[in-house]
């Protein structure tokens, strides 16, 4: 199994379970980065012994992947492209826990590119601390993660100031104050941190002038207002059957083709129903572009911004990987010979923009009642009740950035 699908299913567990936990009267947008969760907890793994190791292959899929952590080495090379660009369209994502974060910088010449990905690791450690030396060795080759020396036992705040300051730096200061108090203790021995920042700009922009207010179906008795984009373009589209519904696909590409946003529109009320029976060899089938159709579209989607936050310690210990976090049950053996080691929290934060520049689309203006004269009306996308959406690197086909949007919160 490839390393990207191994991600692909460890990200539908998770985003199930958050999508679960965030239950309500109503449903509740929220995004992820499912490549920032595996890469921080693979730096884990690679300290992992026994049955802490053995949980951590199941729920994370690595044991079906050879030599995992050059996988991820390689990966983060194919995609992080090789200098700064301009963009509009905004994703930030930070992981922390024993702690996690989001991002990794290339060494790569300057060269001209038209988006942004960073990603970086780096490893905070407590300064009295005896860590292993071929751990450090193996997770500065294979992460880039440099260890930082800090005072947890006795300037704990002042560490997790600057923690914070790190990561805001390395998102844009999109994520701010990431680690909250009272997260960092005395007891704090180690945090690894792994950030990723996008920014990118469609390949075929919004004009603003046609985003118009019109009403989001957050359900079907309950409506809010959205400022809606429109464009008319060609783009990659279809129409899949499952579970006798069908379910509109559209790939909205940025100025990067191998990057692009695919929006997955099933029928008003049945999010939930996909959610549940969906799997990635289906998300990989229905999004694979040798099996969409080039069509001129008229897509409607909403202009929107979110941030999530979430704790994936009981969310990760439900999916099975529980000895992790108990101090007298966790084999980290390989961080540290000196023992009781566990991770004591893992939190995930997400902040995410969609707006004219920023997201794929097509805008124009067409009499459809000739059209219908002269040909088949060209299809029409109209994102106005909760859909489906990631971000996603076409050649290597790994989610960057995963989520749903159910409306104005």
């Not at 989610?399 to 919160?409: E, K, V």
Request: aromatic content about 8%; glycine content about 4%.
């Amino acid at each position: 199994m490839e390393l990207s699908q191994a991600n692909g299913e460890f990200a539908l567990d998770v985003f199930r379970a958050l999508c679960q936990d965030s239950e309500g009267p109503l449903p509740s947008s929220l995004v992820f980065s499912p490549l920032s969760i595996s890469t921080a907890l693979a730096m884990v793994y690679l300290g992992a012994r026994n049955k802490t190791q053995e949980e951590m292959e199941k729920v994370l899929r690595f044991a079906q992947v050879s030599d995992v952590h050059s996988h991820f080495n390689a990966l983060t090379k194919k995609i992080t492209p090789p200098a700064s660009s301009l963009c509009t369209r905004k994703l930030a994502s930070r992981l922390s826990g024993l702690s996690f974060c989001t991002r990794k910088q290339s060494n790569r010449p300057s060269a001209p590119r038209t988006y942004t990905l960073n990603l970086a690791n780096r490893l905070f450690g407590e300064q009295t601390f005896n860590f292993s030396q071929e751990f450090l060795g193996e997770v500065q080759k294979k992460y880039l993660a440099d260890l930082q020396a800090m005072d947890f036992v006795s300037a704990t705040e002042a560490a997790r100031g600057t923690i914070n300051t790190w990561v805001e730096n390395n998102t844009n200061n999109k994520i701010m104050e990431p680690l909250k108090a009272g997260v960092l203790t005395s007891m704090t021995r180690l945090v690894l941190v792994n950030t990723v920042y996008f920014k990118g700009n469609w390949m075929h922009r919004f004009k603003p002038e046609n985003t118009k207010e019109k009403p989001f179906k957050i359900t079907k008795t309950e409506s809010r207002p959205v400022q809606m984009m429109y464009r008319k373009v060609p783009v990659l589209h279809d129409r899949v059957e499952e579970n006798d519904m069908v379910m509109q696909v559209v790939e909205l590409p940025y100025t990067d083709p191998q990057l692009s946003m695919v929006i997955l529109l099933p029928p008003e009320g049945t999010l939930d129903t996909v959610m549940s029976k969906l799997t990635i060899s289906k998300l990989l089938e229905w999004t694979d572009p040798s099996k969409l159709q080039r069509e001129n579209v008229h897509v409607y989607l909403p202009r929107f911004k979110m941030e999530s936050s979430f704790s994936l310690k009981d969310t990760l210990t439900a999916l099975g990987m529980g000895s992790l976090f108990d101090c007298d049950d966790a084999d980290l053996t390989g961080i540290s010979g000196d023992g009781g080691l566990f991770l004591s929290a893992v939190e995930h934060n997400a902040w995410c923009e969609v707006n004219e520049e920023g997201t794929e689309a097509a805008a124009a203006t067409s009499d459809r009642n000739m059209e219908r004269c002269l040909k088949p009306p060209d299809p029409l996308f109209m994102a106005e009740h909760p859909f489906l959406f990631l971000i996603m690197h076409k050649p290597t086909r790994s989610i960057l950035f995963l989520g749903r949007y159910c409306g104005p919160q």
